[in-house]
């Protein structure tokens, strides 16, 4: 016998949302003062499209790439894809044109539906390839019948960038969405009338289980505007202005909801989070139970799910498994570990993926045979996640299996450094991340984000206090540096590229102002210093200081006497010294600036300048 | 270098995957006769997994023509 229970959904989702009451609010466009569109609205222009789809030759097994911005329509054109058999693709037209022709000839897409705007971005496919702008769409008098999918049918295609370059599109059946939708309502209880939220990145697996569980549960699907996505407060006061009930928020963006106090008329009942490793836990008082999921696009989204109380361990669990996910632990020979024991995850059952799209190679080496009893031909998707299972049956991420940090020989887990920076007063967020120096060494950095409130003065040594307090020397992070925020990508991750390198010996000075300054030091000392070399190791002493100071005084209008070269050894700090001294500091690289050019100039050239600002045109404006 | 030896392998779905030759197939596999390292194993599935949907489906499709 086969495995029975893989595809018990006989009911996939285009049946489940063909059944809604035509009356019913189906998707507010992101627009305020927009009309929402009702179920019957929905259905009609997916009759409209898919009969174009249908026109263009566009039938059962196809792929058809939604090239749009967060628009109803994104809805629609899912729903005419499978109206007419085919799959759709979402790609995010704020991707680089590279990757997405790339995705486009890698999924050999039969449609693409776009917009006038990304038109251009669809140009130079292959021939055959229908590009069909949705704006030209006229109502179907006559839409072709709807395609009744088969739980094999595919439903989605979407691209993950993999460690090894090359992106892949993991091909995901009906069946398995189905199985998906169920869990997430199961977990979430979201149902008629009430109102959720699409926020997540448009490329990005979360669309999937925020857009079809609302769909066939007859709830409200509300577009985000794009300003309020990844900035919690104006988020939060999005939620409470429009009334949402239930909502997805990638994890960075979730941590910072969970410590904000909540507007007064919050409606919010459950926040799922899900994306990246969750390290805190909401405060205690929030109205809404925080969910917190873990899956690989590759298993249908989210494989676990586990509700996030204020007190607990960090960091929090993933959660128990989802009704059809079969999950187990394997050691590196493929056996099974032991109870409390860490293990790669397997995951079995409905949630596993047909595969990546066109790449049997690359398939078998991710899928492989189900070695559990009485599992006939079933595959497991070997996730690369390093998972441990507590006492209550949760399961904890520990770490990625094929990305061990190594630093001077130790293992080092990021989360557990971030959270113990995290439990120091005052840090709003925290990122711990191997960088390479300039010497080409992996070090541990860790990037604080200080509170609103916080004194940021001693703030990363208060941190690294903590740390230090909690962890072995080897995970206390060598450099620290305070950051504003962190960069996350277009998915909701955190962007570990954007984030600052640390300075570190040899360094260049970084802005005008030190430059200036390093000039003066030159032509005092004889020698370009770093922004970090010593005014008194190079050669400097007490007569020379005050000439430094004067000039550097006299450049930015301040009074700066020679001793305080003694409380500023370097570029770095002199320029610190003048910022805090100075009125206007954010003037100050401007003036550097100003300076640096005038320098440069020859008198003659300095002449012609000052004739030019007397005539009142300000050439350095 | 893994000197494993692994064996193509495929289930009732006509879907391949890879498995090591020294270890119990799970049952509802069948060996496809071929044997190698698992580049050569994969190499070899690149070539004869030229239609990647599960054998289910392509009968259902052929139903309804």
Redesign the interface.
């Known amino acids: 016998m ?1 495995e029975q229970p893989d595809f018990a959904h006989p009911i996939l989702l285009p049946e489940r949302i063909a059944t809604q009451p035509e009356t019913e609010e189906a998707v507010y466009p992101a627009d305020p003062g927009a009309a929402p569109w009702r179920h019957g609205d929905l259905r009609d222009r997916a009759a409209a499209i898919a009969a174009v789809l249908r026109a263009v030759g566009v039938g ?2 196809d792929v058809v790439a939604i090239l749009l911005p967060r628009v109803p329509d994104l809805v629609a054109g899912a729903l005419a894809a499978w109206w007419v058999g085919a799959c759709y693709l979402p790609v995010d037209p704020a991707c680089p044109p590279q990757r997405l022709r790339f995705m486009l000839e890698d999924a050999a897409v039969a449609a693409v539906l776009t917009d006038p705007v990304a038109v251009p971005l669809a140009a130079e496919l292959p021939d055959g390839v229908a590009v069909v702008d949705l704006t030209g769409v006229e109502p179907a008098p006559h839409p072709p019948a709807r395609h009744r999918p ?1 739980a ?2 595919l439903a989605y295609v979407i691209y993950t960038s993999g460690s090894t370059g090359r992106p892949k599109g993991v ?1 995901v059946e009906h069946g398995s969405l189905a199985g998906l939708t169920d869990a997430y309502l199961a977990a979430t209880k979201l149902g008629p009338g009430e109102r959720t939220s699409h926020l997540a990145g448009l490329a990005f697996d979360a669309t999937v289980w925020e857009t079809w569980p609302a769909l066939a549960a007859g709830a409200a699907l509300h577009l985000a505007p794009e300003p309020v996505r990844t900035d919690a407060p104006a988020l939060l006061e999005w939620f409470a202005a429009i009334g949402i009930t239930v909502a997805f928020v990638p994890t960075p963006v979730s941590e910072r909801i969970m410590a904000l106090p909540d507007p007064a008329e919050l409606a919010l009942r459950v926040l799922v989070t899900g994306g990246d490793r969750l390290r805190s836990r909401p405060l205690p008082g929030h109205p809404y139970a925080v969910w917190n999921a873990y899956g690989p696009t590759e298993a249908t989204v989210a494989v676990t799910m586990g509700e996030v109380t204020p007190a607990g361990p960090l960091p929090p669990p993933v959660g128990h498994p989802l009704a059809e996910a079969r999950l187990s632990l394997v050691d590196a020979d ?1 056996e099974p570990v032991g109870p409390g024991q860490v293990g790669e995850l397997l995951v079995g059952g409905a949630p596993v993926a ?2 990546y ?2 790449r ?2 690359l ?3 991710a ?7 009485g ?5 497991v998707y070997r996730t690369g996640d390093l998972m441990r299972r507590d006492e209550h049956g949760e399961y904890a991420f520990v770490g990625r299996a094929d990305r061990q940090v190594q630093i001077r020989g130790n293992r080092v887990e990021l989360s557990e450094v971030e959270v113990g920076m995290l439990r120091t007063p005052g840090v709003a967020n925290a990122v711990a991340a191997v960088r390479p120096a300039a010497s080409g060494e992996q070090v541990l950095i860790g990037y604080v984000v200080p509170a609103a409130d916080a004194d940021r003065d001693g703030l990363t040594d208060r941190v690294a206090d903590v740390v230090r307090a909690e962890l072995p020397a080897y995970m206390v992070p060598t450099s620290w540096l305070l950051v504003d925020s962190v960069p996350l990508t277009a998915n909701g991750k955190v962007d570990v590229a954007a984030l600052p390198l640390p300075d570190v010996g040899g360094a260049a000075p970084v802005d005008a102002l030190e430059e200036f300054i390093a000039g003066v030091w030159a032509s005092v000392l004889g020698v370009e210093p770093s922004r970090h070399d010593n005014f008194f190791d190079l050669g400097g002493h007490s007569l020379v200081a005050g000439q430094v100071t004067g000039r550097i005084g006299s450049a930015f209008d301040l009074d700066i006497p020679g001793r305080a070269m003694f409380d500023a050894q370097t570029v770095a700090d002199l320029a610190e010294l003048v910022r805090d001294r100075h009125p206007a500091p954010d003037e100050l690289t401007e003036i550097a600036r100003i300076h640096l050019m005038v320098d440069a100039l020859s008198p003659d050239e300095v002449g012609e300048l000052l004739s030019r600002q007397d005539s009142g045109t300000d050439a350095t404006n | 270098m893994d000197e494993t030896v692994f064996r193509v392998v495929r289930n009732h779905e006509e879907q391949y995957s890879i498995w090591p030759a020294d270890r119990e197939l799970p049952a509802g596999w069948t060996p496809d006769g071929t044997e190698g390292t698992r580049q050569e194993c994969l190499d070899h599935i690149d070539r004869v997994w030229t239609d990647m949907r599960p054998l289910s489906l392509r009968r259902a499709m052929e139903a309804a023509r």
């Open positions: 086969h059962r097994g088969h094999r049918d091909a493929g047909r595969g799209l066109n049997p190679a398939t078998a080496a899928f492989l045979p189900d070695p559990r009893p599992v006939e031909g079933g595959r």
